[in-house]
């Protein structure tokens, strides 16, 4: 059985930092796109970064472009996505994704979801 497993979020401070982890489990994620995706309170879920199976060319939204950075290890089966410069509108449930294209990672429809892990940042 696939399992996509979300770490790292927490309550932090406007400013600060947060790095969300993503491991992967049941079988092996190291050719598949995978991405980051979040829901805030009372909106739909939007995408927020992809990530190709080699690594190279990330995709980004444009709200978090310069502050977030998606990476991934595929020996460990784990993508990360290190968030610097928080600001309280990136409160959200943030999601992990993976498998298809990255084109259908980027528009929503991945093969797996993670059940997500919850940020909060405080201004």
């Known amino acids: 059985q696939v399992q996509l497993v979300e770490s790292g979020g927490g309550l932090v401070q406007a400013g600060g930092s947060l790095r969300l982890s993503c491991a992967a489990s049941?079988?092996?994620?190291?050719?598949?796109?995978m991405g980051w995706f979040r829901q805030a309170p009372g909106k739909e879920r939007e995408f927020v970064a992809a990530?190709?199976?080699?690594?190279?060319?990330?995709y980004y939204a444009d709200s978090v472009k310069g502050r977030f950075t998606i990476s991934r290890d595929n020996a460990k089966n784990t993508m990360y996505l290190q968030m610097n410069s928080l600001k309280p509108e990136d409160t959200a449930v943030y999601y992990c994704?993976?498998?298809?294209?990255?084109?259908?990672?980027?528009?929503?429809?991945?093969?797996?979801w993670g059940k997500g892990t919850l940020v909060t940042v405080s201004s």
């Open positions: 990530i190709s199976w080699s690594g190279g060319r990330p």
């Open positions: 994704a993976a498998g298809g294209s990255v084109r259908a990672v980027v528009i929503g429809t991945p093969g797996y």
């Open positions: 049941g079988r092996t994620f190291s050719s598949a796109t």
